[in-house]
């Protein structure tokens, strides 16, 4: 049976985010601006950046607002494991309450997330379970030739698949005729934006209950 208790939380205080990065970070601006004065102020403030490759976007962005950020790369540890587990460390003595992989390009191993002190919430650019699994999701939806498309939030867990984690919402975007892979990309993206910050909103205001595979969002 699924251990969901670190999916739940108590609406008690600030939440502490930490944001995992690899490039640009645009998911992680709205988070950002959403706690600065949008739709996460009073319920969370980004405390930690985290980037596994160095002197990315992402970590300017996040030292302009203040945010302390850190970078664990791969180069850095003996082991792709040894990595994953001082990404944990460092998350582990941050204290955060939620974790939002935000264009994160690692998978973790099931047991270094197992040692995480909070849950993780990531963003994915397609309608889950549709081109799950990997880094190329507008492209696959493009090859494919389906006519819907868009993004998901979802809780990562170690007993799941990849990007196979209880879903928390999803917004969909109409595929045209004559998109591209960058056309279609920008719209998707405009809705990872908003559907990243409502969902991040709903669980730190203790609106979010897991049953099983279910996510409930209560109004």
Excluded at 31 to 59: F, M
Excluded at 201 to 213: H, K, N, Q, Y
Aim: charged content about 20%; proline content about 4%; glycine content about 8%.
């Amino acid at each position: 049976m699924q251990d969901n208790s670190k999916l739940k939380t108590q609406n008690s205080k600030l939440k502490k985010l930490a944001v995992l990065v690899s490039g640009r970070g645009s998911n992680l601006q709205a988070l950002l601006a959403a706690c600065a004065g949008g739709e996460l102020a009073g319920l969370a403030t980004v405390t930690l950046v985290i980037s596994n490759h160095p002197d990315v976007p992402a970590q300017a962005r996040a030292e302009e607002a203040g945010v302390p950020t850190l970078t664990i790369a791969r180069a850095g540890y003996a082991s792709k494991l040894a990595q994953q587990q001082a990404i944990a460390t460092a998350l582990r003595e941050a204290g955060v309450d939620l974790v939002v992989t935000a264009g994160f390009d690692r998978i973790f191993d099931p047991a270094v997330l197992r040692e995480f002190s909070a849950p993780v919430m990531n963003i994915h650019p397609s309608l889950l379970p549709a081109f799950g699994g990997g880094l190329h999701a507008i492209g696959d939806a493009l090859a494919y030739g389906v006519k819907l498309t868009g993004c998901t939030v979802h809780f990562i867990t170690a007993d799941d698949a990849v990007d196979g984690g209880p879903i928390i919402a999803q917004a969909a975007v109409p595929v045209r005729d004559d998109d591209n892979e960058a056309t279609l990309a920008a719209r998707v993206l405009a809705e990872e934006h908003r559907l990243l910050v409502q969902a991040v909103a709903c669980w730190c205001a203790g609106r979010i209950r897991v049953d099983g595979r279910r996510v409930l969002l209560q109004i």
